[in-house]
């Protein structure tokens, strides 16, 4: 397996594996038993600190900002019945969650729609011109 070292991928993995480091974690355990593995070093290396005086992440301003750029919204959405079993059925066979490829849709509704109008607005400036 090639490990490729990525600097922000590394700064969010040490927030969210509460230091873990690139090198331990390449290192250190074969891939099916990492997770596991992790979690209890992790219990072990914290199990006597005392975090009844720590602070929330939407405290720390790093924390909040990693947050920010990754988080997504909770919102309760209306769909035909046909519309959300097509949506599972096709994510099923990809192997992925029915509300991510729904927030892929959208994302690429939206793209498709902003390229339509820039090549509209293009093609109208080049009429105008000549």
Same mark, same amino acid.
């Given at each position: 397996?090639?490990?490729?070292?990525?600097?922000?991928?590394?700064?969010?993995?040490?927030?969210?594996?509460? $230091?873990? %480091?690139?090198?331990?974690?390449k290192d $250190?355990?074969?891939?099916?038993?990492? $997770?596991?593995a992790m979690?209890?070093?992790?219990?072990?290396?914290?199990?006597?600190?005392?975090?009844?005086?720590?602070?929330?992440?939407?405290?720390?301003?790093?924390?909040?900002?990693?947050? @920010?750029?990754?988080?997504?919204?909770?919102? %309760?959405?209306?769909?035909?019945?046909?519309?959300?079993?097509?949506?599972?059925?096709?994510? @099923?066979? @990809? $192997?992925?969650?029915?509300?991510a490829l729904?927030?892929?849709?959208?994302?690429?509704?939206?793209?498709?729609?902003?390229?339509?109008? %820039?090549?509209?607005?293009?093609?109208?400036?080049?009429?105008?011109?000549?």
């Open positions: 397996m090639q490990v490729i070292f990525d600097p922000a991928k590394n700064r969010r993995n040490a927030i969210e594996h509460a $230091g873990v %480091t690139f090198e331990e974690a $250190g355990l074969p891939m099916h038993s990492r $997770g596991n979690k209890t070093n992790l219990y072990k290396k914290f199990k006597d600190y005392d975090f009844a005086d720590a602070k929330p992440a939407k405290d720390v301003p790093a924390l909040r900002k990693l947050h @920010a750029e990754q988080s997504k919204e909770r919102i %309760t959405i209306r769909l035909d019945a046909t519309v959300l079993s097509a949506f599972r059925a096709e994510a @099923a066979a @990809a $192997g992925s969650s029915y509300q729904i927030n892929e849709v959208l994302r690429q509704h939206l793209l498709g729609k902003n390229l339509v109008k %820039t090549v509209r607005d293009t093609i109208r400036r080049e009429l105008r011109a000549a």
